[in-house]
């Protein structure tokens, strides 16, 4: 009755059927990795959002320090005073409502002299041309106590590709937050990271629209699309099988009709 099953058709249907499975299988793993990988990212930031603050330089002492992943998001603290002449831009940031504009970047060199910190000051809006210089409001003058989160230097890697590094930008213009490039524009020695502003105290008069806090609820849809794989794995085996029973049914019904002998045909 099953004898079908050894043609060239129904092996190859069986055999894809049979490829298929561990394949769905390890893409709903895949999915709960992601799902398990956000969940850990968002308990991360969630404790580092809520920690007590603590002095930028207690956690990147050393210049062109590397932030590691556990650390990004912590609560910081500097005190010290603005070096506008080395401030920047950096361009293609959006803000909140997803506007095209500029971070604000600006040194600001440590009171206890133990080196220099890049400070994000906040987003503001495109100015006239890409090739001028936003209107930018001015840093405060003297020693300020800020608050913020430390983040990591960015890199085209740690983009994902989608920021690249390109040369012949605009004066103050820059793709990248990033200590070690500039170390060899200014030769300001640069603490590793930067401080992605929250507070400053004293409040300014004015200052760049602040970086709202990172999302750290939604864990995405990652474990659904594992459910829905390891689904696909249990209907691979069941549709088959469907597909058999038909194919033996259709055969069984066209064995059991009579055949029509050709003398017994009308002339």
């Known amino acids: 009755m099953y004898r079908f099953l ?11 059927g049979l490829l298929l499975i561990p394949a769905t299988i390890k893409l709903g793993f895949w999915q709960l990795h992601r799902h398990e ?28 320090a590397a932030v590691p992943s556990a650390l990004t998001w912590r609560a910081v603290t500097a005190t010290g005073q603005y070096d506008p002449a080395h401030e920047f831009v950096v361009r293609k940031r959006t803000d909140s409502n997803g506007t095209l504009g500029y971070f604000v970047v600006t040194p600001l060199k440590l009171s ?35 608050t913020g989160r430390l983040r990591a230097d960015e890199t085209t890697g740690s983009s994902g590709g989608w920021v690249k590094d390109r040369a012949g930008l605009p004066a103050r213009q820059f ?28 409040a300014p008069a004015d200052q760049p629209e602040l970086i709202p806090a990172p999302d750290h609820s939604d ?8 459910i829905q794989w390891w689904l696909f794995t249990a209907m ?14 259709d055969r069984a019904k066209q064995a059991a009709e009579p055949e029509v002998e050709l003398d017994a045909l009308p002339a």
Not at 6 to 16: D, F, N, S, Y
Not at 120 to 145: F, K, L, M, Q
Request: aromatic share 6%.
């Open 219 to 226: 864990i995405g849809p990652h474990m659904a699309y594992a």
């Open 37 to 64: 990988a956000r969940v850990a990212r968002n308990e991360l930031i969630g404790k580092a959002l809520t920690a007590s603050p603590v002095p930028f330089d207690s956690l990147s002492a050393a210049p062109g």
């Open 236 to 249: 691979i085996p069941v549709g088959v099988w469907v597909l058999i029973r038909r194919e033996a049914k």
């Open 175 to 202: 793709n990248l937050i990033n200590t070690e490039q500039q170390s060899k524009e200014t030769g300001t020695t640069l603490l590793g990271g930067y401080l992605e502003l929250t507070a400053t105290n004293p």
């Open 112 to 146: 206890d002299g133990k080196g220099t910190v890049l400070v994000n000051r906040g987003w503001v809006p495109s100015g006239d041309g890409a090739t001028e210089y936003p209107p930018v409001p001015a840093a405060p003058a003297g020693e300020v106590t800020l």
């Open 6 to 16: 050894l043609t060239r058709q129904w092996l190859i249907t069986m055999l894809i």
